[in-house]
Each structure stands twice: as C-alpha cells, then as structure tokens.
C-alpha cells in the first residue's frame, strides 16, 4: 500500500513570499491532517479535514495560512506571505475516518526554511 | 499549548537495556497513543491505549495507563539501535477528536 505523499522536500524562500505544499493521502482514506512542527517540539495539528469539509483549523492563522481539499483527495496548504517563524517540517496525515480510535498515517513531511 | 508532556526530554542507554519513557497529560482523554520519529521512516503510530485499559503490549513495547494520575508510560525491553529516534505521546482529548501530542523523549541507543 503507498504511504503519504508529500512535495516538495525541501523548500527555501524568503520572508514575505508565498509557498504552496502538497499532499496525496492514501487511498480511500477519508480524513486528511496538515501539522507544522517546529525543530524541538512535537506536531501542532493545523488544520483536518474531513473528505472536502473542514473539521477542525482552529489552530490555522488564517491570516497568512491557507488550506483546500478540493475533491475529497489530496490537499495544499498554502502560506502568504511567509515569516521567520514559519520555518518548521509541515508534516501531511490521514487516517481511514475521523473518529478516536483510528490511526493516523504521516507523510515524510517538507522541511520549510524562510530566511 | 500541549496537552501531553514527556519525561525525560533526553535518555541515553547502552544497546539491550530497557527504556522506560513517561507522558503525563493535563485533561480527561478518550485515548494515548504513542509514536516513533527518525529521520529514516518519518512519524511512525507505535500503539494506541484507550481511556478504559491499563496495559497493552505490542513486541518489545509495553505501555501502561494511569488515568487516576493521568500518567502513561512506554517501555522498550532489549533495545537496539534502531530504536534511536524521539517518542511522542499524544492523546485525543473527551470532547475533540483532534490529536494533541507532546514535546517527546529523544532516545539514543549506544552500542
């Protein structure tokens, strides 16, 4: 079964511009979780999905952070303009549902550095 | 801010001792859950433990729960080197469904 797929890698840019990320979930699995992780912490969720509704982004700044899943598959993030403090890994999730017990599935994230 | 913390923040240990890790957590849960990070295979789900369980086993790794102390802990018996990487718990708090993970515990397995 193909895991999470993530793009790009790595990323550089710098402070005030615009970054898109990607990420395909496996297939058939409904929900989709987009985390930042800062070097020296643990995941902070950002924003779920649920097929192509929002579930929770309460964490999401909205001002700068955006994020779609359009048909219910894969998904982008999007951050306009960029800040020093966004440089972290954003790691891509999914598990089968939402719900308490299921598994969540990473992807190997894209290690964002704004200079 | 985070819901669970990890104790030690650091451990080091000579490869085939045991490591015990601890994760305490502020808020009644409905699960634990318990994941591996390296740099080779990324965010790994290690086991999950619910709110009504006490102790659960999965290979090397044993992982108890202590609602009453809201404590948890994970225990690696005959490590090996493979086990370098930092352990996160991270729990799904009554109420939410989100996941809540902690700041973890780097593990350095010494040969």
């Known amino acids: 079964e193909a895991g999470v797929a993530q793009s790009p890698r790595y990323k550089i840019i710098e402070k005030r511009q615009s970054v898109a990320f990607w990420c395909n979930p496996i297939?058939?699995?409904?929900?989709l979780y987009w985390y930042q992780q800062i070097l020296g912490q643990g995941p902070k969720l950002l924003i779920q999905f649920q097929n192509n509704g929002v579930v929770d982004d309460s964490q999401l700044p909205k001002d700068r952070f955006s994020a779609e899943r359009l048909k219910g598959v894969d998904s982008t993030l999007k951050i306009q303009p960029a800040k020093l403090e966004d440089s972290a890994v954003y790691l891509c999730a999914s598990s089968l549902r939402s719900g308490l017990s299921y598994e969540q599935y990473f992807g190997p994230g894209t290690r964002l550095t704004v200079t | 801010s985070q819901q669970g913390e990890e104790d030690p923040q650091a451990l080091s240990i000579q490869e085939g001792e045991n490591a015990t890790m601890n994760c305490s957590y502020k808020?009644?849960?409905?699960?634990l859950q318990w994941y591996r990070q390296n740099s080779g295979r990324g965010l790994v789900h290690l086991i999950l433990?619910?709110?009504?369980?006490r102790e659960k086993h999965s290979g090397r790794l044993r992982v108890t729960l202590d609602t009453s102390k809201k404590s948890s802990s994970l225990l690696i018996t005959a490590s090996r080197a493979a086990d370098t990487a930092s352990y996160f718990c991270a729990t799904t708090i009554q109420g939410a469904q989100k996941l809540v993970f902690g700041q973890g515990t780097r593990l350095t397995i010494n040969p």
């Open positions: 808020t009644s849960i409905n699960n």
């Open positions: 297939s058939g699995h409904a929900t």
């Open positions: 433990i619910r709110s009504n369980e």
